[in-house]
């Protein structure tokens, strides 16, 4: 992937894909995006919303190569206080 110009690695699913062992292995080569489940968005409290992201931020951004996103997409049938707390969350914890 990288010899096609490849520098990032988007949709990162929760339910297809570690991805601890992709920062591991790859996490100075690609830019990993996403990993909030599309089914925690759309189902989940918003606390779950809350320490998925805190996970994420804690353990998967140090080091640089992540992005936080939704796992694949943001459908019409996520629950908008949900994405409201990943992005508040990001900003609370996050590093710009």
Known sequence: LKSCGV???HPIEPQAMDIRELKEKYGDTFCLIGNVD??????GSREQVIERVKY??????????YCLGS??????YAV???????VETARELGEY
Do not use: K
């Open 7 to 9: 520098n990032a690695i």
């Open 38 to 43: 599309v089914d925690l968005l759309s189902r």
């Open 56 to 65: 994420l931020i804690e353990e998967i951004a140090p080091g640089g190569g």
């Open 71 to 76: 796992g694949n997409s943001v459908p019409e």
């Open 80 to 86: 908008p206080e949900n994405f409201a707390a990943m």
